[in-house]
């Protein structure tokens, strides 16, 4: 596929009928993965394609994987994105990512691109280690090794963040305005902490360029979501047969899709309140009801079914025992949390959560939610329990659920089988695991994991008695005990 051929491709198809050379280059997205390719990307494409801007075009940045540049630079940035549904299936050709730079090899086009007066707007998917702030404290790491690297040669970053301040200092001194740097990644005020990382690595550099950082660029916050797993060969090979699209590198997705942002721009505001996000004043309650729910549901389900030897989101959630024990731990322990949420009915929403989940033609691997525990327990579920605690409120399936992230941890499954730990603190949180066995409490006095939670003797016995009725059970049997109708949420 390439431009070449979007013509043959129109039959079967949804394809680019704006004119790409128009669109004026003005978002530079860093980290360019799938989940930017099924999400932002193609909010932007349908203000293109429905002919509402062609200001707002997208430069596309890779930090770290040079298969993307290569796929893209051979299909003059066009790509599939196919929205599976449970009856039927929707693919479209997005073409709105008009240049697509291998930041290792391209650093110079990359700054000068950020530095382009065109550009208003930057838009991120780093992941929260890439903004290299910790999450408990909030501190910015300045001492990191790449953070250092950095500042000692600002003209060659390594980094997302040092990319963004090199570029707004080469605006400052040529009396150009600033982007509006938005966060999408999926981390508690994201805004908030791309601010912290931006304006602590400036100050590091030059404390005048970090005040006019702080008082002119605009860091809002946004909440993001739609179901992306990674794509596979059998993907490829079933779009070039379903669609006759032979697309090195598609996107898998589901049809839902969501954003959210603040509505804080510092250079111009895109008009994609005209293709379905929605801005306002906070996005915080939009935040934590996803966070809490979806993510903190992906990630009981990716462990406790992992366990029970599911593979796959949709075939856990086939199985009444999981599908029940989720939607009783969002209904009676995590929304009864939650403040309401303007414009959302929150019964409606965890009921689109299940059909979402459930969803066959996804089949979203576990193996994909189990990843990054370090960082996704702690703000997805350990939050919940927390604040359950604090206020006398049931959370023994929430519980339920960091157990079998603890026996997750020991790396093998019931049977023995393998279980991969793809996590930047899995060795030291595995060790841990293994050192008590039955026992959490060395796992618990992990303090940047569980913070002052680890030190609640009270959900340490509850998370013992779970990790040890895993062990002796099975996760299948008690994950059915715990889900049962009959069974008590306690507070304990």
């Known amino acids: 596929m390439n431009e070449e051929t979007l013509a043959h491709h129109s039959a079967r198809v949804t394809v680019p009928t704006y004119k790409r050379a128009a669109l004026i280059p003005s978002v530079v997205h860093i980290s360019v993965g799938s989940f930017h390719r099924s999400h932002q990307a193609v909010y932007f494409d349908d203000l293109a394609q429905r002919g509402l801007s062609t200001d707002w075009g997208l430069v596309g940045v890779g930090l770290h994987r040079r298969e993307m540049q290569e796929v893209l630079s051979a299909q003059d940035g066009l790509y599939t994105v196919v929205a599976r549904g449970q009856d039927a299936d929707e693919a479209r050709v997005v073409g709105v990512i008009t240049r697509y730079l291998f930041a290792p090899d391209e650093a110079d086009e990359v700054l000068d691109a950020l530095a382009d007066e065109r550009t208003r707007l930057t838009t991120l998917t780093i992941t929260a280690d890439g903004y290299y702030v910790e999450p408990a404290t909030g501190a910015f790491l300045a001492d990191d090794p790449q953070v250092l690297a950095d500042l000692a040669e600002p003209g060659r970053p390594g980094t997302a963040i040092g990319y963004l301040v090199e570029a707004l200092d080469r605006r400052r ?88 942002v603040e509505d804080e721009f510092a250079n111009g505001r895109p008009p994609l309140d005209e293709v379905g996000v929605q801005f306002v004043a906070d996005v915080r309650p939009y935040a934590l009801m996803k966070t809490r729910l979806l993510n903190a549901s992906h990630s009981a389900l990716g462990y406790l079914g992992s366990l029970g030897g599911h593979r796959t989101t949709d075939k856990a959630m086939a199985d009444p025992v999981f599908g029940d024990f989720v939607a009783r731990m969002m209904d009676e322990e995590i929304a009864p949390l939650l403040p309401p949420v303007d414009g959302i009915d929150l019964a409606q929403y965890q009921a689109t959560l299940l059909e979402r989940f459930a969803n066959p033609a996804i089949g979203d691997r576990l193996s994909r939610l189990c990843r990054n525990g370090s960082t996704k327990v702690p703000r997805h579920v350990l939050s919940s329990i927390s604040e359950a605690r604090a206020t006398g409120r049931p959370h023994a399936l929430l519980t339920l659920a960091v157990a079998g992230w603890c026996r997750y941890l020991r790396g093998i499954d019931e049977h023995g089988r393998a279980l991969p730990l793809d996590d930047p603190a899995g060795d030291r949180l595995q060790a841990l695991a293994l050192e008590g066995a039955g026992d959490p409490r060395p796992l618990l006095a992990d303090q940047a994991t569980f913070g002052s939670l680890g030190a609640d003797t009270g959900f340490a016995d509850a998370l013992e008695h779970d990790l040890n009725d895993l062990e002796a059970d099975g996760a299948l049997a008690v994950v059915a005990d715990r889900a049962s109708a009959d069974a008590p949420l306690t507070t304990a």
Request: aromatic share 10%.
């Open 173 to 260: 001194r040529a009396g150009l305005p600033p982007f509006t740097v938005l966060s999408c990644d999926n981390i508690p005020g994201n805004g908030a902490v791309a601010r912290t990382a931006v304006v602590a690595l400036a100050r590091m550099r030059d404390e005048r360029l970090a005040r006019w950082i702080d008082e002119h660029v605009a860091f809002p916050s946004s909440m993001v979501d739609r179901i992306t797993p990674k794509t596979s060969p059998e993907d490829r090979e079933w779009v070039q047969r379903a669609f006759g699209v032979c697309d090195r590198w598609p996107v898998m997705t589901e049809p839902f899709s969501q954003w959210i």
